[in-house]
């Protein structure tokens, strides 16, 4: 080797060193600043409290409730709320707010042992009927709108059919209601062994559990060495848009422990094999859900790139709600809600509750 | 052909000392932190796992074999707080009920299930629980 090929070589070391310096030094800023923590961008009243679950009321810039047409968001119980208010600027509560409505989030909490008992009566006919009275008593309205999330959207649609006199309009977000098409986090539950929750005996199902069933949704990306080959390249990034990351991974990251009892009642109800949505068979406690008391406007949002509910999965409540309007965007699962590209489905959603 | 050297421009060794200086400070900056910030050690061993996750630890699994301590009595004391959310929901369903006959607003929506029925289910999971502390009381006696 010549002096001036090892010169090269030196210098190329050298600016390998200095890369990865200058990675460590922005990983260090972001870690050093205060993270997200979990709560929603845009301030709030709590106006309902129950169990685990408070249902808060965004406010204004003055801090007064909104005037207008109530719209209860309804996150799915098994993760975080603040993913549907994530930061100022980026929340699709927010968003809907500042079109005009007043706007109600259910945060159903962290569960712990003894929710482990709570089934899918004790949200839909208990949580979710609560908080639409309460939603109702405070805006005076006698209808209200509902958008549901992912499972929330499932809760959302089962209310609707029981209560279908106080659904104004209902929306239901990457929502699964036909369990048998392949893929995504029902079907990853079932090969990981869902099957054994128990019902009568349940358990707390540890956060990490359910995480394992998230991350097995695309294995390769999600294991150790994938996730820190991503973070590694993202240390590239500008500091912003780190903290935008930073923010997600509080989300996507941070997730929860599940009731057991609701768990196993959603796999014998709607998982792969028994789709008891499709075949209209589902019940809640010891009542028959009707889908066809179902007769409020109702818009159904898959994402083309969703791996946790497939769209064809989605799309498919087309065949149990004829009249509803199905749309499918570009985007993943989180994306299409808090992703860069959300705010075309929060204006789709804007013009369905105005129509 | 090499390249045109700026005469202001370091020798590699230096430069090359100067880098081992700034690894230092940027060491020195880590060691700082994690003595300054407890959370600061999450976050690290968050981000060796590839998560940005703040506040909190990544979940992980306990080892395989860690021993599940629940008895059958927490189950029971689970039981019955459970059976105490579900009464608590109750009552908030007739304080809304009042709150909208005072208002001269008609209750809705009710629940599905009848009020006695759903009494009746409370009773029956709260039952295993207080027979047991019944059973404990006749053995003290």
């Known amino acids: 080797m010549s002096p001036s090929d090892r010169e090269r070589e030196l210098e ?30 845009t301030p709030a009243a709590v106006v309902y409290r129950e169990n685990k679950l408070r249902l808060l009321r965004l406010l204004d810039e003055n801090g007064q409730p909104r005037v207008g047409p109530p719209v209860l968001f309804v996150p799915a119980p098994v993760s975080r709320y603040f993913i549907i208010d ?18 109600y989030i259910a945060d159903f909490g962290e569960p712990t042992s003894e929710d482990r008992f709570c089934d899918l009566a004790y949200y839909v006919d208990g949580l979710v009927r609560r908080c639409v009275r309460t939603v109702s008593a405070l805006s005076g309205e006698p209808k ?4 549901g999330y992912c499972l929330g959207g499932t ?10 006199e106080s659904v104004t309009r209902l929306v239901l977000l990457t929502t699964t209601v036909d369990g048998d098409v392949e893929g995504g986090i029902a079907w990853v539950a079932h090969k990981m062994g869902l099957a054994g929750e128990s019902y009568d005996n349940p ?12 991350e097995m949704l695309s294995p390769g990306a999600n294991s150790v ?12 990034d500008p500091p912003e848009r780190l903290r935008d990351v930073r923010t997600m991974a509080t989300w996507v990251d941070d997730v929860l422990p599940a009731p057991g009892r609701l768990l196993a009642e959603l796999y014998q109800q709607f998982g792969p094999g028994r789709n008891k949505l499709m075949a209209g068979t589902a019940t809640i406690g010891d009542q028959r859900v009707d889908l066809s008391a179902v007769t409020m406007p109702v818009m159904s949002v898959s994402a083309e790139k969703d791996t946790i509910a497939p769209p064809d999965g989605v799309d498919a409540l087309k065949k149990i709600v004829p009249h509803a309007q199905v749309i499918r965007l570009p985007g993943g699962h989180v994306g299409i809600v808090a992703g860069r590209s959300a705010p075309a489905l929060w204006q789709r959603v804007v013009e369905f509750l105005q129509a | 052909m090499a390249e045109a050297r700026d005469d202001n421009e370091p020798a590699l060794v ?76 109750q009552l908030n369903d007739l304080s809304m009920t009042v709150a909208e006959m005072r208002n001269g607003r008609a209750s809705s929506p009710a629940p599905q299930a009848s009020q006695s029925r759903r009494a009746d289910r409370a009773k029956r999971s709260v039952a295993p629980a207080a027979a047991v502390k019944n059973r404990k009381r006749k053995g003290r006696g």
């Open chain 1, 86 to 103: 994530l930061l100022p600027g980026r929340s699709f509560a927010g968003h809907i707010a500042a079109a005009g409505f007043d706007v």
């Open chain 1, 203 to 214: 358990r707390l199902v540890p956060a990490a559990e359910v995480k394992s069933w998230f």
């Open chain 1, 155 to 164: 809760l959302a649609l089962l209310y609707s059919a029981l209560h279908p």
């Open chain 1, 144 to 147: 209200i709108n509902i958008v």
């Open chain 2, 14 to 89: 230096e430069r090359w000392l100067q880098d081992q200086q700034h690894w230092q400070k940027t060491l020195l900056a880590y060691l700082d932190s994690m003595v300054k910030n407890e959370d600061f050690l999450v976050h690290v061993g968050n981000a060796m796992r590839g998560s940005l996750l703040a506040g909190k630890p990544y979940p992980t699994a306990p080892p395989p074999g860690t021993p599940v301590t629940e008895t059958a009595a927490d189950a029971r004391l689970d039981q019955l707080l459970f059976a105490l959310h579900q009464i608590q929901g």
């Open chain 1, 12 to 41: 190329a070391l050298l600016a390998l060193s200095q890369r990865g310096r200058a990675k460590l030094e922005r990983l260090h800023e972001i870690l050093t600043s205060s993270g997200h923590y979990g709560r929603g961008a």
């Open chain 1, 225 to 236: 060495i994938g996730r820190v080959n991503d973070l590694w390249d993202r240390l590239d």
